[in-house]
């Protein structure tokens, strides 16, 4: 069954890529929030529905830097996650899902996969504005602390590049959990896939100005 839907969504960006836009990563201006973000639209159906990743970086980035990401999600999507080391396992998962006209952010981890638990290791800072929701869409914005730098597989310490591509991963189920708190049980994804994300194109050299006017 998810293996199903992996050969669905794998159907979907052959088809995207003929026609061009939703493969690899486009810049985007935010208006709302004035960060410049990369942005991947990640496809999961056979049609046009996507969800939004969009990560904002300072520039210059130092060691270990923070980073805003912002994901637009259709209302049909219980939660989102993204994987920041591309993979489920041993990296930090930022995992969100619409509460009123809020969002509850909520950073974990896994070793196996089963269900992940609070990773104190990033934090997540959610940012009001940027943060909503309408009669089709739910989105959020958000800075972590501990997602660019982390602990990974066989206790290597992996570091993303700021200047160039990163192998990332979303996962997302149609099931919202019931809770409002980060620690609410979530279901199992209905769908998950990987891309190589653009950093290079990410830097924002107001940084930590926007973080402070968006908070
Ligand atoms: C209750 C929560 C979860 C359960 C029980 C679960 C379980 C699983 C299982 C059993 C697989 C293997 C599926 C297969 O081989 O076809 C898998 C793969 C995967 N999961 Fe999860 N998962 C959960 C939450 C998450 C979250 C929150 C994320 C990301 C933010 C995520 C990302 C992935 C990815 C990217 C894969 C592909 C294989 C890999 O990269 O390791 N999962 N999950
Ligand atoms: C609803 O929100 C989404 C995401 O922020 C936006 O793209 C869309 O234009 C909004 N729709 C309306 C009708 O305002």
């Known amino acids: 069954m998810r293996w199903n839907s992996s050969i669905t969504i794998a159907t979907a960006l052959i088809g995207l890529a003929s026609t061009s836009s939703a493969a690899g990563t486009t810049v985007v201006q935010d ?3 004035g960060f410049t973000f990369s942005e991947y639209l990640a496809p999961i159906t056979t049609g ?19 980073a805003v990401v912002q ?29 009123g006209n809020s969002a509850v952010v909520s ?9 992940p638990t609070t990773n104190p290791a990033a934090t997540l800072q959610l940012l009001s504005t940027g943060t909503g929701s309408n009669g089709t869409h739910w989105q959020y914005t958000a800075k972590c602390s501990g997602c660019t730098s982390f602990t990974g ?13 990163n192998r990332l991963a979303f996962a997302f189920s149609r ?25 290079s194109t990410a830097g924002n050299a107001d940084f930590e100005a926007l973080v402070a006017r968006n908070q």
Do not use: E
């Not at 597989?153 to 591509?165: E, H, I, M, T, W």
């Not at 099931?175 to 950093?199: K, L, Q």
């Open 48 to 66: 046009s529905t996507v969800i939004s990743f969009r990560i904002a970086i300072p520039s210059p980035a130092t060691d270990s830097y923070d």
């Open 107 to 115: 950073s974990r981890r896994a070793t196996s996969h089963t269900a």
């Open 175 to 199: 099931t919202r959990p019931s809770g409002s708190s980060p620690d609410s049980t979530i279901a199992v994804h209905d769908v998950y896939n990987y891309w190589d994300h653009d950093f």
């Open 153 to 165: 597989s066989g206790n290597q310490v992996k570091n993303l590049n700021p200047a160039g591509g």
């Open 31 to 33: 208006t709302v929030t």
């Open 71 to 99: 994901v637009i999600a259709p209302t049909s999507v219980g939660w989102a996650g993204l994987a920041w080391g591309g993979q489920m396992v041993n990296c930090p998962l930022t995992v969100a899902w619409a509460n």
